[in-house]
């Protein structure tokens, strides 16, 4: 079983930036792909980064440039951080896990955060 907790969601002004943290427990959790998605009311669940156990890393278009995810492997700890904040960006933002990168980058992990919410004001 692995536990994904999030945290550092907020409300933020255009411009502004957060950081995302995701917390992994579990047995399996040492050498896990992990990832960022997100969804906004009335819409799909989007992708938006994956990260290797190693650091490689994959992005959205929609978010590159802006977002980057990085990984603590020591603290079991995955980062969203994210710059230039738009109000297009407002979504529930999830940690996602799998043990493979592909599932990860391909929109499949086998895990999932609660998820944490992300404002951002015009």
């Known amino acids: 079983q692995v536990q994904l907790v999030e945290s550092g969601g907020g409300l933020v002004q255009a411009g502004g930036s957060l950081r995302l943290s995701c917390t992994v427990s579990?047995?399996?959790?040492?050498?896990?792909?992990m990832g960022w998605f997100r969804q906004a009311p009335g819409k799909e669940r989007e992708f938006l980064a994956a990260?290797?156990?190693?650091?490689?890393?994959t992005y959205a278009d929609s978010v590159k440039g802006r977002f980057t995810c990085s990984r603590e492997n020591a603290k079991n700890t995955v980062y969203l951080q994210m710059n230039n904040l738009k109000p297009e960006d407002t979504a529930l933002f999830y940690c996602?896990?799998?043990?493979?990168?592909?599932?990860?980058?391909?929109?499949?992990?086998?895990?999932w955060g609660q998820g944490t919410q992300v404002t951002v004001s015009s």
């Open positions: 579990g047995r399996t959790s040492g050498t896990l792909a």
């Open positions: 996602a896990a799998a043990k493979l990168y592909s599932d990860v980058a391909g929109g499949r992990p086998d895990y």
């Open positions: 990260i290797s156990w190693l650091g490689t890393s």
